[in-house]
């Protein structure tokens, strides 16, 4: 037996919904380029479900069905306001959430393609409603009820500040659902299929894919970004943190890929939402400064950053609160994790690796009473 650690490089399963060759990213074979240019991010939930992008009526449809199964069981919330509020981090309560959300349907253990296709809509619609509701209740505020009027990105802020946002607002907050929202075999998303390959639920399968989420040396790392930046505090602070930090061997959060080595196709579009978003807000020192890091960590280990580097002055600027950001992540790769599911159990065969044996041989038993 031969082992990979890590699996680097092992291929283990095909896959139409994205695709990473040659440094390039596509959903379905659209590059993320122009996705990311020009598609709202229900067009892109309806690409990576269906393999194609929607007409009119379809993207329509999507976005009245979304908004319509956008309220969640009053018990979920319920629940929310049970917990410790001050010390539960939101990705922990989003994992719990979704988990309780399975209790209040009747069909989530209904395999049926019919009953499928609703799970994934109740999911990609509820998770936002969740992720914000979490929010305002740890404010003391009421949750917002989502509104039918409202698109996926606008819906969001919308039910998360209680008030319209405006355009930049919601184009910004768009582009960065469809930047993140399928990354072929990453790790939550591979989590997500070993659950549902033994014919387990979708509820089951995303919950899985939450908590592998959670983990900073994946979607937590753009919170982990942020609270860097936070302690550097200011652009003359860069040089001497950044060189301490890497002398010392720490891990320097949103740089690195285990795929990308010339660089992450997405970083760029983040970096420039970054640069203006920051001149709208005043507080051009969070782009300035990542700008100086990036510079510093591409020159000392030739490591490029990933997608969660520039997301963290993104949604600093849209006046997000930090420990929401990886829930953020998790709320657009929802619709990639659904497409992976619904296109594993379309070929399902139960994902059962081997383990080569390290430990020790031939031991002996001994009483309890002779240890
Ligand atoms: C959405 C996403 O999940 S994107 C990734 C988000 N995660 C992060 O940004 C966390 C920081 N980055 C990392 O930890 C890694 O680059 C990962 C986890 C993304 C990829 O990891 P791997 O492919 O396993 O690479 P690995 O961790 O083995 O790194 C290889 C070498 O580069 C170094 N390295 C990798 N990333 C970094 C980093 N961000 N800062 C400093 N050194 C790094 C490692 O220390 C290691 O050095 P060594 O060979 O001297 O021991
Ligand atoms: O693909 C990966 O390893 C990590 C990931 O989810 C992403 O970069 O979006």
Redesign the pocket.
């Known amino acids: 037996m031969s082992t990979t650690r890590?699996l680097?490089g092992v291929v283990a399963t095909t896959s139409s919904v994205s695709s990473i060759i040659d440094g390039v990213l596509t959903y379905h074979g659209f590059n993320i380029d122009d996705l990311a240019d020009h598609a709202s991010f229900e067009e892109v939930i309806f690409l990576l479900w269906n393999g194609r992008l929607p007409n009119e009526a379809e993207l329509n449809q999507l976005t009245e069905d979304l908004a319509s199964y956008a309220e969640v069981p009053q018990g979920v919330i319920d629940q929310m306001k049970m917990y410790d509020i001050e010390k539960v981090h939101p990705m922990a309560a989003l994992r719990t959430a979704i988990s309780n959300l399975g209790l209040y349907d009747s069909e989530a253990d209904d395999q049926s393609e019919e009953a499928n296709k609703r799970k994934a809509l109740k999911l990609q619609a509820q998770v936002q409603t969740i992720v914000t509701a979490f929010s305002r209740i740890r404010e003391g505020k009421e949750p917002v009820a989502p509104r039918k009027d409202l698109g996926f990105a606008a819906n969001f802020l919308y039910m998360l500040n209680g008030e319209e946002p405006d355009d930049i607002s919601v184009n910004a907050f768009n582009k960065a659902l469809v930047l993140h929202a399928d990354h072929e075999l990453?790790a939550s998303t591979f989590t997500a299929r070993v659950c549902v390959a033994t014919l387990s639920d979708m509820y089951s399968g995303v919950t899985a894919a939450i908590g592998a989420l959670k983990g900073?040396?994946?979607?937590g790392?753009n919170e982990r970004v942020m609270a860097m930046l936070m302690e550097i505090g200011e652009v003359d602070n860069v040089e001497p943190y950044i060189t301490n930090a890497?002398n010392n061997?720490v891990?320097?959060?949103?740089?690195?890929?285990?795929v990308y080595k010339d660089g992450d196709p997405r970083a760029k579009h983040l970096r420039e939402m970054s640069k203006q978003l920051t001149s709208i807000t005043g507080e051009t020192k969070w782009y300035e400064m990542s700008i100086k890091i990036d510079d510093i960590v591409t020159r000392e280990?030739g490591?490029l950053p990933?997608?969660?580097f520039y997301s963290a002055s993104v949604y600093h600027s849209l006046g997000i609160k930090h420990d929401l950001f990886t829930p953020i992540f998790a709320i657009s790769r929802m619709s990639g994790w659904i497409a992976h599911i619904l296109e594993q159990f379309s070929n399902n065969r139960l994902i059962r690796p081997r383990a080569e044996y390290i430990g020790p041989d031939k031991q002996v038993y001994v009483p309890m009473d002779q240890r």
């Open positions: 890590g680097e990453n900073p040396l994946h979607g790392a890497l061997k891990k320097i959060m949103g740089f690195g890929h285990r280990k490591l990933n997608v969660d």
